[in-house]
């Protein structure tokens, strides 16, 4: 099992930045691909960007492109999305993924608004 809890998120205005956090712990997590996903009211989850234990990236290039990066630190078991030049568009849920293998486990989400 892993558990994984979230931090970062808030109210910020368009054209700001917020970062968020996720840290797993139950189980490490040297091997397995860590991400984000988000929801917005009305919509459903989409992927927003993944890292390998060994640092390779993946974004959805049309929603974030540009603006988001994802990092990971092994030592803390830890993924960080940093999040500039925020749109009103990206408010919603950010959920953090930890794959392991064919297991997939979510954190609990945590709210991102941006006001326009």
């Known amino acids: 099992q892993v558990q994984l809890v979230e931090s970062g998120g808030g109210l910020v205005q368009a054209g700001g930045s917020l970062t968020l956090s996720c840290e797993a712990s139950?189980?490490?997590?040297?091997?397995?691909?860590m991400g984000w996903f988000r929801q917005a009211p009305g919509k459903e989850r989409e992927f927003v960007a993944a890292?390998?234990?060994?640092?390779?990236?993946?974004y959805n290039v049309d929603s974030v492109k540009g603006r988001f990066t994802i990092s990971r630190d092994n030592a803390k078991n830890t993924v960080y999305l940093q999040m500039n030049s925020l749109k009103p568009e990206d408010t919603a849920v950010y959920y953090c993924?930890?794959?392991?293998?064919?297991?997939?486990?979510w954190g609990q989400g945590t709210q991102v608004t941006v006001s326009s």
């Open positions: 139950g189980r490490t997590c040297m091997n397995c691909r």
């Open positions: 993924n930890v794959r392991v293998g064919s297991n997939n486990y």
């Open positions: 890292i390998t234990s060994i640092g390779i990236t993946t």
